[in-house]
C-alpha cells in the first residue's frame, strides 16, 4: 500500500524591535549580553509590576500577516497561557489564544517548478521564554542555568494548515516564509541562531484517504536541513509501524541530531492542560483600518513581485530569478551590479538581459559554488558589486579568458581584491600576441606527434586536445580562438 504524509509547521520567530514586548528591555542584543544583564522587575516576573504592549511589534505581526494574505483581526487580545516550568518567570506567557492577530491567509511555494497554495491558520504575538543551558558537573550532578535575557522578546507564531505533503514541500514553505520576514525587516530568519524555530506536525494515511492519521509534533530542529531529515525520518517510521498493523501513537517527540532519529519526549498536551485566560493587565489590540491601510501601502516588495520584475525587466529565467530573489541581500547585491554596468562605457552597449544573464550566472555559479566550499557568506567575502562588474568587463574587453577570469575571480573570491588588481599582480593577461603564441604551438606540435597524425587522419578531437595542451603551457593564458586558428594553420601547412 502506498501512503501519503500530511504536515503543518508551527514557526516561531523573533521580532527585530529595539525592546522587548512588554517592557524596555533591549530586545536586540540580548544574546550576545553578558547573561541575565537584560532584565527588568518585568521581565523577571516581579509581582505587582504592569506590562506595557510593544506597538513596533504589533505593526510588525500585522505586516507579516498582509504579507501572508491574512484577514487581520479588528478585535484581538492577549491570554496567559499557565505552565510550570523553569524557563518562565511567571510560571505563565502571555500569548494569543482564541483571538490572535491575524487568520486565514496564504502562501505560495514552489516545488520542482510547481506553485502550491499553503494556508496559514493563523498569526499571532507571544513573548519569549528564558533560555536554559543544561549542564553536569564533575561528579556527574546534573543542574540547569537560566538566562532570562530572553525572556519577553517579541515572538511571532506562524500556524500552518495541514497543507504540505513532504519535507520538500516543508523546507521549501521555511525558506519562502524566511525570505519574507527578511523582505519585511521584521525577522532575522536564522535557525541556527534560533531567532526563527520551528516544529512539525505530521501524520501518514493510506494513499486516498481524506480522513488525517494520527499526528505527531518534532521539536529540537535548528536548520532547514535537521527539519528535513527529521521529517523524512518520521514518515518512515509512522509508515513502518501502520504497515506492522500497529497505531501512531499521538505525542510530542525530539529530533536527535548527532543521532538522526526522533524519541518521545512527552504525550500530547491539550488547551485545557494550560488554562488559558485572557490576560488582565494588559488591554485589548484593536488595529484601527486605517492604520492596517496605511501598513499595507508600506510593504516593501515582496520576492514573488520581485522575481516577476526580474523576469521582466532582466529577461532572466524564472529559476534564476527565484534564486536571486531568495535572499533579499543577493537580490539587492544583483539589481545594484546590474546598475552599475549601465554606468560602463564598455558594458552599457551590450544588452540588458546579456549583462544580466551574465551577472546572474556569476552570482549563482561560481560564487555560490566557492560559498559552499569555503562556508563564508558573500558578506564575509568582501566582495562588492563593483567586483563582478570589473571581471565582466576584463571578459569582455578580451583581457581575460573566460577560464582565466575564473581564476582571477577565485583569487578576488579568496582575497576581497579587485578582479584589475589581481590581474595586476598576477601577470594574468590573455596571450594575443600570435608570434609569442606560434613558438608555444610549435613546442607542443613537436612534443604531440600521435595527436598530429590523429588530426591529419581527420580525428576533429585532435585539435581539441592540442588547444588544450597550448592552454596548460600557458596557464590558461593563450587566446583559445586565436591558438585554434594558429593551431589549424600550422597543422594544415605541415600537412601541405
Ligand atoms: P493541536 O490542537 O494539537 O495544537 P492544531 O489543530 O492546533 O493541533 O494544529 C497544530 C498544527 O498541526 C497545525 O500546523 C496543523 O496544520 C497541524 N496538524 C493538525 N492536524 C494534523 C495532522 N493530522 N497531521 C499533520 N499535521 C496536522
Ligand atoms: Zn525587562
Ligand atoms: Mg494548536
Known sequence: MEYEAVIGLEVHSQLLTRSKMFCRCAALDYARAEPNTRVCPVCLGMPGVLPVINRRAVEYTIMTGLALNCEIARFSKFDRKNYMYPDLMKNYQISQY??????????????????????????????????????????????????????????????????????????????????????????????EEGSLRCDANVSVRPAGETKFGTKVEIKNMNSFRSVYRALAYEIERQVNLLKAGQQVVQETRGWLEDKGITVPQRTKEYA???????????????????????????????????????????????????????EKALADFFEEAVRL????????????????KSLANWLLNETRGLMEATGRTLAETGLRPEHYVELIELLEDGTLSSRLAKQVFEEAFR????????????????????????????????ENP??????????????????????????????PALTNRLLKERLEAGSG
Open 98 to 191: 482564541d483571538l490572535p492577530l491575524c487568520r486565514n491567509g496564504w502562501l505560495n511555494i514552489e516545488v520542482n517548478g510547481e506553485v502550491k497554495r499553503v494556508g496559514i491558520i493563523r498569526v499571532h504575538l507571544e513573548e519569549d521564554t528564558a533560555r536554559l543551558l543544561h549542564r553536569t558537573d564533575p561528579s556527574g550532578e546534573t543542574y540547569s542555568l537560566v538566562d532570562v535575557n530572553r525572556s519577553g522578546v517579541p515572538l511571532l507564531e506562524i500556524v500552518t494548515a495541514p497543507d504540505l505533503r513532504s519535507p520538500e514541500e516543508a523546507r521549501a514553505f521555511l525558506v519562502k516564509l524566511r525570505t519574507i520576514l527578511q523582505y519585511l525587516g521584521v525577522s532575522s530568519g536564522s535557525m
Open 272 to 326: 485545557h492542560d494550560y488554562r488559558y485566560f485572557p490576560e488582565p493587565d494588559l488591554p485589548p489590540l484593536t488595529p484601527d483600518p486605517e492604520w492596517v491601510e496605511s501598513l499595507r501601502r508600506q510593504l516593501p516588495e515582496l520576492p514573488d513581485a520581485r522575481r516577476d520584475r526580474f523576469m521582466a525587466e532582466y529577461g532572466l529565467g524564472r529559476y534564476d530569478a527565484n534564486l536571486l530573489t531568495e
Open 341 to 356: 554596468t549601465g554606468t560602463r562605457p564598455g558594458l552599457s552597449r551590450i544588452p540588458l538581459p546579456q549583462r544580466a
Open 415 to 446: 582575497t576581497g581584491k579587485l578582479p584589475r588588481q589581481v590581474v595586476a599582480e598576477q601577470g594574468l593577461v590573455r596571450i594575443t600576441d600570435a608570434d609569442q603564441l606560434l613558438g608555444i604551438i610549435d613546442r607542443v606540435i613537436a
Open 450 to 479: 600521435a595527436a598530429v597524425a590523429d588530426y591529419q587522419k581527420g580525428k576533429a578531437q585532435a585539435l581539441t586536445f592540442l588547444v588544450g595542451q597550448v592552454m596548460k603551457a600557458t596557464r590558461g593564458k593563450a587566446d
